[in-house]
């Protein structure tokens, strides 16, 4: 009953971390860089790290650790790997959606591409999520997915996943901090000097740590064996094929 009763406190914080996030990135765009459009201006830049951190970091771990809710233990698996599936198809939708935005006011201004680590390792991520996503469809929940094939991915699937959330946070992190020095340039641009830690540089840094914070949280909810579905042995995997019963 304890080990029930953490599990819902560190839940209920990721949920709110991750509200605060999606808050704080919102607040940031909208209030310091002047709002949202889609014509190849800094406002459709805007869009990137909305939906890169709503959907590359928030989502993402959210859908990650929606195996480990108790309410979903000993249910049919059916509805949980539908909402599992929708949600990252979601978070990857946002993710690819955010790099278009970029890309689209990177050309429209003349501005290079992929030239900063930040960019590096955010395409990574996201071109890892698209793998991950597929092969996770194709392998876990077909019908015709082999429970040998199952048995093989399963600890590759996990891996990646808490690799692609790592990836995920430091992209969006380096990002924030990327665009605050490009932003916050002081005299000619009308902006205080990000090294002033004026009050967006406040706000853009606590969502830095916002994020950290939500990573951790999740990193802990999956870490945690007493938190992990108990129907779940070693040789079953925590995906089974769709439409196909569970033998557990």
Same mark, same amino acid.
């Given at each position: $009953? ?21 808050? !704080?990135? !919102? ?24 939906? $890169? ?11 990650? *650790? ?16 539908? *909402?599992?599936?929708?949600? $990252? ?24 591409? &992929? ?26 929940? &077909?019908? !015709? ?26 992209? !969006? ?10 932003? &916050? ?23 830095? *740590? ?26 079953? $995997? ?11």
């Amino acid at each position: $009953m304890r080990s029930v009763v953490s599990f819902y406190i560190f839940y209920v914080l990721s949920l709110l971390l991750g509200l605060a996030c999606v808050v !704080c990135v !919102c607040l940031w765009n909208s209030k310091w860089r002047g709002g949202f459009a889609w014509d190849g201006s800094a406002l459709q830049f805007n869009w990137h790290p909305v939906l $890169m951190v709503t959907g590359l970091v928030v989502l993402y771990g959210y859908g990650a *650790v929606l195996y480990r809710i108790p309410l979903t233990w000993g249910q049919n698996k059916l509805p949980w790997k539908l *909402v599992h599936a929708t949600l $990252m198809l979601l978070a990857l939708v946002l993710s690819i959606v955010g790099l278009c935005a970029v890309f689209d006011f990177h050309n429209a201004k003349n501005i290079a591409n &992929l030239y900063s680590l930040h960019s590096w390792i955010g395409i990574t991520a996201t071109a890892l999520f698209a793998i991950q996503w597929v092969v996770g469809l194709t392998s876990f929940l &077909l019908p !015709c997915s082999p429970t040998s094939l199952r048995k093989l991915l399963k600890p590759i699937h996990v891996w990646f996943g808490g690799s692609i959330l790592t990836l995920s946070i430091v992209a !969006c992190i380096s990002g924030i901090n990327e665009k605050l020095i490009f932003s &916050l340039k002081g005299s000619g641009n009308g902006t205080q000097p990000y090294a002033n830690l004026p009050p967006e540089a406040v706000l853009g840094n606590s969502l830095g *740590v916002l994020i950290v914070a939500f990573g951790l949280v999740v990193f802990k909810i999956l870490s945690n064996h007493k938190w992990q579905r108990p129907d779940s042995g070693p040789e079953d $995997m925590a995906y089974t094929p769709l439409f196909q019963e569970d033998n557990e």
